[in-house]
C-alpha cells in the first residue's frame, strides 16, 4: 500500500513529507518502545507510535525507517518536524489508537514485521 493509502485508511493528516504519498510501505510495526524499533531489520516499515518527542524520530532516522504514524492525535513539535523533513522521513497523525489503526491497516493488506 502507499502512504496515502494509510492516510485515507486511518482518517490521517499529514504533517511533512507529502511529496512521498506515492510511497509504498509492505510493513508495519506498532510500538512505544524504540529500543524494540532499534532490532528491525525490514525494508518498508511504517512505525505506528504514541511517543511523540526527538527520540521519535531519531529512532527511525536510525533504523532507515522513512515514515511515522503518530497515534491518539499526538502532535509532533516543530522541532520533530524539522528533524523529520531534514531526515526524509513522512509524518502522519490519526486520532486513532494504536490497535484500531493497527487492526484497519492490517485487514487492508499491510504486513507485520513479525
Known amino acids: 500500500m502507499t502512504l496515502r493509502d494509510v492516510v485515507q485508511i486511518v ?3 499529514v504533517l511533512c513529507g507529502e511529496d512521498n504519498l506515492g510511497r509504498e510501505v ?3 510495526f506498532a510500538s ?3 529500543s524494540d524499533v532499534l532490532t528491525l531489520l525490514a525494508d ?3 512505525l505506528i ?3 511523540s518527542n526527538n527520540q521519535a524520530i531519531r529512532t527511525a532516522e536510525m533504523s532507515d525507517i522513512l515514515q511515522i504514524l503518530f497515534v491518539r492525535n499526538k502532535r509532533p513539535t516543530k522541532t520533530m518536524l524539522d528533524l523529520a523533513k531534514e ?3 513522512t509524518v502522519i497523525t490519526t486520532p486513532y489508537s494504536m490497535f ?3 487492526g484497519l491497516l492490517f485487514s487492508k ?3 507485520p514485521v513479525y
Open 109 to 111: 493488506g499491510l504486513q
Open 11 to 13: 482518517d490521517g493528516t
Open 32 to 34: 512505544d518502545l524504540m
Open 87 to 89: 531526515h526524509g522521513i
Open 44 to 46: 518498508d516499515i511504517l
Open 26 to 28: 509492505h510493513l508495519g
Open 49 to 51: 507510535t504514541g511517543l
Open 100 to 102: 484500531r489503526s493497527s
